[in-house]
Nanobody, 128 residues
Framework: QVHLVEFGGGSVQAGGSLRLSCVAS????????MGWFRQAPGKEREGVAV???????YYADSAKGRFTISQDNAKNTLYLQMNNLKPDDTAMYYC??????????????????????WGQGTQVTVSS
């Protein structure tokens, strides 16, 4: 079992930046593929970005050019650097992990169904 804890959410004005962190513990064998998803009030959860253990990355169109996903394997930590934030980015952001993410690789963008382990979320609020 993988335990994921997110950090770094907060409130920021449009155009600002935030960096989210996700620390993984437990069965790290099942963290080869890790990603960030988000859910805004009244909306379904959507993918933001995914990274595989070999460094391959996959982004949602909304994140391309503004967000960067990265990981520090020595610290078992996943990051999401978010720049030029917009009010539409306001959501609860979730970290996710699993051994494989074949759906993400096949489609070239994050797929929620690939992931079995989830964090509790961290809130990001962007004001205009």
């Amino acid at each position: 079992q993988v335990h994921l804890v997110e950090f770094g959410g907060g409130s920021v004005q449009a155009g600002g930046s935030l960096r989210l962190s996700c620390v993984a513990s437990g069965d790290l064998y099942n963290t080869y593929c890790m990603g960030w998803f988000r859910q805004a009030p009244g909306k379904e959860r959507e993918g933001v970005a995914v990274v595989e253990g070999d460094g391959s990355t996959y982004y949602a169109d909304s994140a391309k050019g503004r967000f960067t996903i990265s990981q520090d394997n020595a610290k078992n930590t996943l990051y999401l650097q978010m720049n030029n934030l917009k009010p539409d980015d306001t959501a609860m952001y979730y970290c996710a992990a699993d051994r494989f993410c074949g759906g993400t690789v096949f489609h070239g963008s994050p797929r929620e169904a690939d992931f079995g382990s989830w964090g509790q979320g961290t809130q990001v609020t962007v004001s205009s």
